[in-house]
Every structure is written in C-alpha cells, then in structure tokens.
C-alpha cells in the first residue's frame, strides 16, 4: 500500500477514542472529556460531498459530462473535506472507470482531503477499496437492488461478517465506519464497537423526511443524539448522511455537538443546480458549524 497523507487517520482516530473513554472513567469530568477530537465542541463536522448524484446525471448520456472528477475539484476548492461515492454493481451512477480518477484528483491536487467509499463488503467491493485505497471506507447493508441505501446494520446478526470484514480492512489501514440505524440501543452498538470499527454513520433518512414536521424532525434529531453519546461513550466516532439539507443540519449538529462528519449528496446536488457547486459547498459548510 502507498504511503498518502491521512493513511495513519484511522490508527490515530481509534487511539483517541481509547484515551477519551479512560478519561471519562478515570475523571468523569465532561469538560475534560470534550478534549477528545469526536466530542469537541470548536470543531464542525467536516463535509464530505457525495459524487453519486453527478455521475448518475452523467449516465443519462454516452457522453463524459458533466465531469465527475471536475465538479469533485470543484467542491474541494470551496473548502468540502472530501469526496464520497458508492460503487454499486450495476454502476448506475459511479462507476468502476470513476475510481482511479478521483484518488489521483485528491492525491495530486488535495492531499489533505478524504477519499470514502462506501458499499456492500463483498468481495468485489473489498477489492474494489484495496485497489483505490480511501482514508475511509464506510461499510453499508445495502441489497444491490436497493436504489439507495435506507436502513443501518443489522449488529446482533451480522456481527461475525463485520468483524472479520472490518479486521481485513484494518490490518491494510482503513479507517472503517459501519451504517447504523439512529436507535439508541446501547447493546447494538456495543456490538459495532466490538467488530473493531473506528466510528458509525447514522442513518439520516427519517430526520430528513421530516421536511415539513418540526415537531417530528426534533424528536428524531433528539435520538439521534443520544444515539451518537452512547457511541461516542464507547469509543466509536459518529458520522451521519441521507437527506441531510442546509435546512436541517443546524438541529442536527446542535443534538450531536461531537459530530465528525457529514456525507450529503442528493440535497446539495439539488442545491448546486440553483446556486452553484462552490457556493452549495460553502453553504453547507457553514450550516456544519464552520465559519466561513
């Protein structure tokens, strides 16, 4: 494996998660413990863009445009964190062709930014990520049939796969999160902490079909925040994506402070056609928390 700036971030991520949980029981002091990088609250969630609405639009026509490595420069430029993608077996949107492009875009030109690739871990998948090698790889329940991904982890019955996925992963220094529903079930995420995994992505997709609830997207938004301290209590980061908007991320950032990113792409697409790709970025960014 090549040596790429960030390539360590999973190591460091899983160390610092290990000393934040014997501070807290060592001291038992929160603002002690806030110290640790995923529960600090002077740090926004970082923005990653996810590329699978650009290249689906591509698809529609045998033609290379609109350029999936060109709107990912675009996006990096306006300051997002990284770039995600999900490489499904039909490639429906990106495809396999797309990979290579994208780790070359963040290697010659970002360095400092994060390649994601998130999936179903099958074999083709697992090799898929060996070849391209992203800072992270997000771990999905997804049917290949399934449109886009719609509920998390399974952790009681899939715990044997994960953790024999999620060590393979490791041993070749990925950083590794696994898709979880936003319940918060204390035993369940225990087992996700036990597969070895550095931090969850939490489900969005019912808080951000609460549009038009108010009163519905706080309730959810409040258990998703607890969902995110039992995690973070037991040493994994959180994540979060699926229909997160520059509308419903401030709610969602004010319930989970400790927030380590965000994965968004059919809202911010939907946003970048009325304003542009590097002002949605911007945009986004500051509804994360960021000054900018």
Not at 31 to 57: C, G, Q, T, Y
Request: hydrophobic share 40%; charged share 30%; glycine share 8%.
């Amino acid at each position: 494996m090549s040596k790429r700036p960030g390539r360590n971030r999973a190591k460091a991520d899983s160390d610092l998660a290990k000393s934040a949980v014997e501070l807290r029981r060592s001291i038992w002091s929160p603002a002690l413990v806030r110290v640790h990088r995923f529960e600090s609250i002077d740090m926004p969630a970082k923005l990653s863009v996810n590329l699978n609405a650009i290249a689906m639009l591509r698809n529609r026509r045998d033609l290379p445009w609109p350029s999936v490595t060109g709107v990912g420069r675009i996006a990096l430029q306006a300051g997002a964190s990284g770039l995600t993608v999900h490489p499904r077996p039909d490639q429906r949107h990106i495809r396999f062709s797309d990979l290579q492009p994208i780790r070359d875009l963040i290697d010659d030109e970002f360095p400092e930014a994060e390649f994601n690739m998130e999936g179903y871990p099958n074999e083709e998948f697992l090799q898929l990520v060996e070849r391209h090698e992203p800072e992270q790889v997000t771990l999905v329940p997804d049917d290949p049939t399934q449109a886009t991904s719609d509920h998390g982890w399974n952790f009681r019955e899939n715990r044997a796969l994960l953790a024999s996925v999620v060590g393979r992963l490791k041993k070749k220094g990925f950083r590794v999160s696994l898709f979880a529903d936003g319940d918060p079930d204390p035993e369940a995420l225990k087992f996700a902490r036990e597969t070895g995994a550095d931090r969850i992505e939490l489900y969005t997709g019912p808080y951000g079909g609460c549009h038009d609830d108010p009163d519905g997207a706080e309730r959810i938004a409040g258990e998703l925040g607890r969902t995110a301290e039992i995690a973070i209590g037991l040493g994994l980061g959180v994540n979060a994506g699926h229909d997160l908007r520059v509308a419903n991320l401030p709610l969602l950032v004010k319930h989970i402070p400790a927030l380590a990113e965000v994965s968004i792409g059919h809202g911010l697409t939907a946003d970048a056609l009325e304003y542009g790709m590097a002002e949605t970025v911007r945009r986004f960014r500051r509804a994360c928390g960021e000054a900018v």
